[in-house]
Nanobody, 122 residues
Framework: QVSLVESGGGLVQPGGSLRLSCATS????????VGWARQAPGKEREFVAR????????YYADSVKGRFTISRDADLNMAGLQMNNLNPEDTAVYYC???????????????WGQGTQVTVSS
C-alpha cells in the first residue's frame, strides 16, 4: 500500500512557475513508477510526466517537454514536479500516482493522491 499527498497547487499568471510536491508513505518505492497526471474539466486524465524510482528514467508528454521537470527524493520519499512557463492550457487538477514496476497508462496505476488544483490565468 502506498499513500500519496500532493501540495503546491494554486493560481499563477501565464508564464509563471509552480512546484508541486507529492509526499509518499507506506511501501518502499523501490521498483515503483511514480507519475504526475492532470485532468482538466471535460477532459480525460492524462500523464504529463513519469519517473522510475530506482533508475530516474523519466517520460514527458509532448505538451510539457522543456517546461516541466519531474524529480524524486528517495531519502524524503517525495516526488516533485517543477512547472515553468505555464499557460492557461495547463489549468487542471494535478494528481500524483504510483504503481509497482510503473506503467504507461493512467488506468495501470493503483495508487492516487487526492489532487491539487493548478489554475493559470491573468
Amino acid at each position: 500500500q502506498v499513500s500519496l499527498v500532493e501540495s503546491g497547487g494554486g493560481l499563477v499568471q501565464p508564464g509563471g512557475s509552480l512546484r508541486l510536491s507529492c509526499a509518499t508513505s507506506g511501501d518502499n518505492l523501490r521498483d515503483y513508477g511514480v507519475g504526475w497526471a492532470r485532468q482538466a474539466p471535460g477532459k480525460e486524465r492524462e500523464f504529463v510526466a513519469r519517473i522510475h524510482w530506482n533508475t530516474g528514467v523519466h517520460y514527458y508528454a509532448d505538451s510539457v517537454k522543456g517546461r516541466f521537470t519531474i524529480s524524486r527524493d528517495a531519502d524524503l520519499n517525495m516526488a516533485g514536479l517543477q512547472m515553468n512557463n505555464l499557460n492557461p492550457e495547463d489549468t487542471a487538477v494535478y494528481y500524483c500516482a504510483a504503481k509497482k514496476y510503473g506503467g504507461r497508462w493512467v488506468t495501470d496505476y493503483d495508487y492516487w493522491g487526492q489532487g491539487t488544483q493548478v489554475t493559470v490565468s491573468s
